[in-house]
C-alpha cells in the first residue's frame, strides 16, 4: 500500500510539474509575440513616416537596427532593402502585408523560416503616393525557444524529481503509518486516526457482525440439538408401541378377538410417525428456502374453504363448530403453503377447544393488506407461553400432547410459511376465554 501511494503521489507531482511548465511558457511565448507585434507596429508607423518626410536618406541613417526595412513601390518592384540587393529579389506586390496595406493602409503577416526555427513578423504600412514601408523582425518559434532553455529546463525538472521522491515517500509513510500501528485488538477511531476512521468503524462493524454470526450459530446449533432429541423422543414413543404390539401378536399372546383392535393401535401410530417425517420434512424444506412451487394469483378464501372441507369431519368428532367467513381475496402467493397455514391454524383450534365450541375463520382486506384470522372461544394460552408457541415440538400443556394428538410442528410450519409470503404474524389469548391468531399478508 505504501508503494502505491509513493508512486501515485510521485507520478501527480511529476505530471503537475511538466503540465505547469508547458502553460507557463506557453503564456510567456504568447506575451512577448504580442509585445513584439506591437513594437513592430510602432516602429513601422515611425519609418513610414520617416520615409515619407525624408525618403531614402531616412532608411540609410538607419545604420544599427534588429528590423530589416523593405520600401516597395506602388506595382511591388523594391525600391529599397536594407538586408539584401534589390536587383536579386522579386516582385513583393503578393505578398500578404503587402496587399493589405495597399488596401486598408496597413497589414501584417506571419511566415515561418523553411527549417521551422525562426518565425517572421511582417508589418506594412501604406505611403501617400502608393508606395509601401515593410519592417520585419525574426522571432523564435517555441521549440527553438525551449531547446535553448532546455538546460535550465533539464536541471529544474532534476530538482522537481528529487524533490517529489523525497515528499511522496515521506508522505506515503506519514500516510500508512497510522495502520501500520493499528491495535486490532483495540480499535478505536479516536484523535490518532482521524484519517482511518471509516476504515476503523468499518472493522469495528465486521467484528460486531462476526460476534453475532457466532450467538446466531451457538443458537442454531442449540436448536438443532434440540430438535435432534426431540425428533428422537417424539419417534422413539411410537416405535415402542409398535414394537410391543407386534411382539405380542408375535408370540402368540393376543387372543383372536384382539388381534384387530391391537392391529387398530399399530396403524395409529404408524400414521402419526409419517405425519411427524412429513413435518419435518416440510419444515426442513422451509428452512432452506425451498416452496416447492412458485408464487401465483390465487383466491385466500378459496384454498381456507378447502381447508375447512377437510377438517369438517375432525371437528365434529370433537363437537367443534367450524364457520367461514369473507370475501374472495386474490394475492400472490404459494397455494399448498397458504392451504397449510390455514390447516394447521384451524387443526390446533379444534384441538385446544372444548365440546360446544366454535372456530371462527375470516378472510378480510384493506388497502395494503389481506388478513386471515383464526379465533375460537377454547381454553386459551396463558401469556407466559405465547411467545413460544410457534417454536417447534412446544406444547404448552406437555402431560397431554399424546391425548391431544399432533406432531408439535403444526405452528412452526405456520411461522416459517408466514415468512416466504412476507406475512406478519400476531396473537391475542386469554386463558379460558379463547385463542385469536392474526396472518397479516402484504399486498404486491
Not at 540587393?85 to 495597399?102: F, G, I, K, S, W
Not at 522537481?160 to 508522505?171: D, E, G, K, T, V
Not at 446466531?216 to 414413543?237: G, P, W
Not at 392391529?263 to 422451509?286: C, F, H, N, P, S
Request: contains cysteine; aromatic residues 8%.
Amino acid at each position: 500500500m505504501s508503494k502505491r501511494i509513493f508512486h501515485a503521489i510521485w507520478i501527480v507531482a511529476l505530471v503537475v510539474f511538466v503540465s505547469m511548465l508547458v502553460f507557463v511558457m506557453g503564456i510567456m511565448y504568447e506575451y512577448t509575440s504580442n509585445m513584439l507585434t506591437t513594437q513592430l507596429k510602432a516602429e513601422t508607423d515611425l519609418a513610414a513616416h520617416g520615409v515619407e518626410h525624408e525618403g531614402i536618406s531616412y532608411i540609410n541613417d538607419l545604420t544599427q537596427t534588429d528590423y530589416r526595412i523593405t520600401w516597395i513601390a506602388a506595382d511591388g518592384e523594391i525600391l529599397y532593402d536594407s538586408k539584401t540587393d534589390t536587383t536579386e529579389m522579386e516582385n513583393h506586390l503578393e505578398r500578404q502585408e503587402v496587399r493589405d496595406a495597399m488596401a486598408h493602409g496597413s497589414g501584417g503577416s506571419t511566415r515561418y523560416s523553411t527549417t521551422m526555427t525562426t518565425k517572421l513578423l511582417y508589418q506594412a504600412q501604406r505611403l501617400p503616393d502608393g508606395s509601401v514601408v515593410r519592417l520585419a523582425v525574426s522571432q523564435y518559434t517555441a521549440l527553438t525557444l525551449f531547446l535553448g532553455l532546455l538546460q535550465p529546463i533539464l536541471f529544474i525538472f532534476a530538482a522537481a524529481l528529487l524533490i517529489s521522491f523525497f515528499l511522496a515517500r515521506r508522505i506515503s509513510t506519514k500516510i500508512v503509518e497510522p495502520l501500520n500501528n493499528l491495535d486490532f485488538h483495540h480499535l478505536s477511531a479516536d484523535e490518532h486516526y482521524k484519517e482511518i476512521a471509516p476504515l476503523i468503524n468499518r472493522l469495528n462493524a465486521q467484528q460486531a457482525q462476526l460476534r453475532s454470526d457466532q450467538v446466531e450459530l451457538e443458537r442454531t446449533e442449540q436448536i438443532r440439538r434440540e430438535f435432534t432429541a426431540n425428533v428422537s423422543h417424539e419417534l422413539k414413543t411410537p416405535l415402542h408401541t409398535i414394537s410391543g404390539y407386534a411382539e405380542l401378536i408375535k408370540d402368540g399372546l393376543v387372543r383372536e378377538e384382539d388381534i384387530k383392535p391391537f392391529a387398530g393401535k399399530i396403524y395409529a401410530e404408524t400414521y402419526r410417525m409419517t405425519q411427524l417425517v412429513e413435518d419435518i420434512i416440510e419444515l426442513t424444506k422451509l428452512d432452506e428456502g425451498a416452496t416447492d412451487g412458485a408464487k401465483t394469483r390465487c383466491d385466500l378464501h378459496a384454498i381456507a374453504q378447502n381447508a375447512v372441507e377437510s377438517l369438517f369431519p375432525f371437528a365434529a368428532e370433537r363437537d367443534v363448530d367450524l364457520c367461514l367467513c369473507g370475501i374472495s381475496t386474490e394475492m400472490n402467493g404459494v397455494p399448498h403453503l397458504l392451504y397449510g397455514i390455514v390447516y394447521n391454524l384451524c387443526d390446533n383450534a379444534i384441538k385446544y377447544n372444548r365440546p360446544g365450541g366454535k372456530v371462527q375463520i375470516t378472510v378480510s382486506e384493506d388497502l395494503k393488506h389481506i388478513i386471515l384470522t383464526v379465533a375460537d372461544n377454547g381454553i386459551g394460552i396463558s401469556p407466559e407461553h405465547q411467545s413460544r408457541i410457534f417454536e417447534r415440538f412446544y406444547r404448552v400443556d406437555k402431560s397431554h400432547s399424546k391425548e391431544v394428538g399432533g406432531t408439535g410442528l403444526g405452528l412452526s410450519i405456520v411461522k416459517h410459511s408466514a415468512q416466504i409470503h412476507r406475512a406478519a404474524i400476531s396473537l391475542r389469548s386469554e386463558i379460558g376465554i379463547g385463542t385469536a391468531i392474526t396472518v397479516t399478508f402484504p399486498k404486491d
